[in-house]
């Protein structure tokens, strides 16, 4: 299975996507929770290129997402949007909607709802679900599979 970012080529294939085995193989061992954030969907590329390689291999999101979950516990995987749905971006942001509210929620400190200088897991889910469906019109709706981290935090605001 692959990553294919947006200048993916099925012709160079090894080149220009990410083998989701070298993402695993990177995180595996590493004695602490990971948190991955995932702001790709199968719109990322348009044109032939993505239907031809489509054709060949048929996967979601959610199947890319399982892999990288078994590969180690201690995971939890954020992502822009729930199985074949697609992830908006506009000109004006420099990035999809899901980054822009990730970082508003870190960045501005608008995910932290109990206003003690420190956004958990729970937090930022919460914005970043309920920012990105306003910012999109209810047309994407980011998913967090696996809540191990709950009330732990990932982000400390100065």
């Not at 299975?1 to 595996?28: E, Q, R």
């Not at 239907?51 to 959610?62: G, H, N, T, Y």
């Not at 679900?129 to 306003?134: I, L, T």
Request: charged share 20%; net charge negative; glycine share 8%.
């Amino acid at each position: 299975m692959y990553l294919l970012p947006y200048d993916f080529s099925p012709v160079s294939l090894f080149a220009t996507a990410l083998n989701i085995k070298d993402i695993t193989n990177g995180i595996n061992g590493t004695p602490c929770k990971k948190l991955i954030f995932m702001d790709a969907c199968h719109s990322g590329q348009s044109g032939n290129d993505l239907l031809e390689f489509a054709a060949i291999k048929d996967i979601s999101v959610d199947d890319i997402v399982k892999e990288i979950s078994n590969a180690e516990p201690g995971i939890c995987i954020m992502t822009s949007s729930s199985g074949k749905e697609y992830s908006y971006e506009k000109k004006s942001w420099g990035h999809g909607a899901f980054t822009k509210a990730i970082l508003e929620g870190c960045m501005q400190g608008k995910a932290d709802y109990n206003q003690n200088s420190a956004i958990d897991l729970n937090e930022l889910d919460l914005y970043v679900s309920e920012r990105v469906k306003d910012l999109t019109g209810g047309k994407q709706h980011p998913f967090t599979p696996i809540k191990l981290f709950g009330s732990i935090p990932i982000f400390y605001l100065k």
